[in-house]
């Protein structure tokens, strides 16, 4: 099959997935961050596959915006990355307009990474940090300085990543969160994530809580 019907089979799998975390009221996850499309995924790709992504983007997050469970759950929607500069005008409103519609939302923290590139974060945060220098040169750089000058500012540190279809091939792509995920325990699964399943996703929390994390020491 070509590639690019798999994106639309990976939305389904998002969906699932999402539903089966807000549902359960007592988990003490309150942060889930997906990885939807790197810069270069949405520019050097055939353009077959990448107008199949910006279909699925914008499908996708418009019914996601009418879900009702957005406000039972009090779910918040978090788009990170160059999407306003790569998506097309009416995909990107419809971004802009499920933010808005969940930005005061607190118990479950959805964030979605879209024409994202960890080297364009860290540049930006090193532009930004460079300039506030040259303001008040007794600016002292620090890990918090960094981290409030990242695109990922209001995220916490990544605890747990789940990389599928890679079980034989582990890489990372695109410098994916490079400074928060620092300490991150990692966990690889042959399951493309077209296969992924909420199961699928137990299992690697499982795995998670019966690691005794050292944090480099």
């Given amino acids: 099959m070509p590639s690019w019907r798999g994106h639309y089979q990976g939305a389904e799998t998002l969906k699932s997935l999402i539903e089966s975390l807000s549902k359960v009221k007592e988990a003490k996850v309150g942060f889930v961050s997906f990885w939807g499309g790197s810069i270069s995924n949405l520019t050097a790709r055939p353009q077959k596959e990448i107008e199949a992504l910006f279909d699925v983007y914008g499908k996708y997050f418009a019914m996601l915006s009418k879900r009702k469970e957005l406000k039972e759950w009090d779910i918040r929607v ?9 998506l097309p005008a ?3 409103k419809i971004f ?19 024409a994202y590139d960890g080297k364009e974060e860290m540049k930006s945060a090193i532009s ?9 040169n007794k600016l002292k750089v620090t890990e918090d300085l960094v981290k409030r000058n990242l695109w990922t500012k209001d995220l916490p540190l990544v605890d747990l990543v789940v990389r599928t279809g890679v ?3 582990p890489h990372w ?3 994916f969160m490079m400074w ?12 493309l994530w077209p296969d992924f399943t909420a199961k699928e996703f137990e299992k690697a929390v499982q795995s998670y809580t019966k690691v005794q994390r050292r944090f480099g020491k």
């Fill in 78 to 86: 978090r788009i990170i990355g160059d999407w306003k500069k790569i």
């Fill in 90 to 92: 009416k995909v990107a």
């Fill in 96 to 114: 802009d307009g499920i933010i808005k519609k969940t930005k005061h939302h607190r118990r479950l923290n959805l964030t979605f990474l879209i």
């Fill in 128 to 136: 930004r940090i460079v300039a506030l220098k040259l303001k008040n």
């Fill in 167 to 169: 079980e034989n091939d």
């Fill in 173 to 175: 792509s695109a410098g």
């Fill in 180 to 191: 928060d995920c620092a300490e991150t325990q990692l966990y690889f699964t042959k399951t």
